[in-house]
């Protein structure tokens, strides 16, 4: 079992810029990770993800030019850096640990998941 956490979610306004951190464990060095969110009344949707050793990340074509994933190894965090938030950037962000060493964009490639942290981005 992985025990995934995130943290750094909170309430800001249109045009800044937020972090996300997501702690998941030794055991997940290998794995890749992903950044997915829901808002209310929408579906979970893939956001970011990134291989095992970061060389290879995705994006969602509504947050490329904007959100930066990244993760440490060693530290067994994985970060999301948001900038330029719009409103519609407004949901529940959840970060998983990956199947494999690589990430994807589809939720069944996930196997451990967080409880997700708050985004909320007024105008």
């Known amino acids: 079992q992985v025990r995934v956490v995130e943290s750094g979610g909170g309430l800001v306004q249109a045009g800044t810029s937020l972090t996300l951190s997501c702690a998941a464990g030794?055991?997940?060095?290998?794995?890749?990770v992903g950044w997915f969110r829901q808002a209310p009344g929408k579906d979970r949707e893939f956001v970011a993800g990134i291989s095992w050793n970061g060389g290879d990340k995705l994006y969602a074509d509504s947050v490329r030019d904007r959100f930066t994933i990244s993760r440490d190894r060693y530290a067994n965090t994985v970060s999301l850096q948001m900038n330029n938030l719009e409103p519609e950037d407004t949901a529940v962000y959840y970060c998983?640990?990956?199947?494999?060493?690589?990430?994807?964009?589809?939720?069944?490639?996930?196997?451990?998941w967080g409880q997700g942290t708050q985004v909320t981005v007024s105008s």
């Open positions: 998983a640990v990956a199947l494999r060493a690589y990430s994807s964009r589809a939720r069944t490639d996930y196997r451990y």
């Open positions: 030794r055991t997940s060095s290998n794995n890749g």
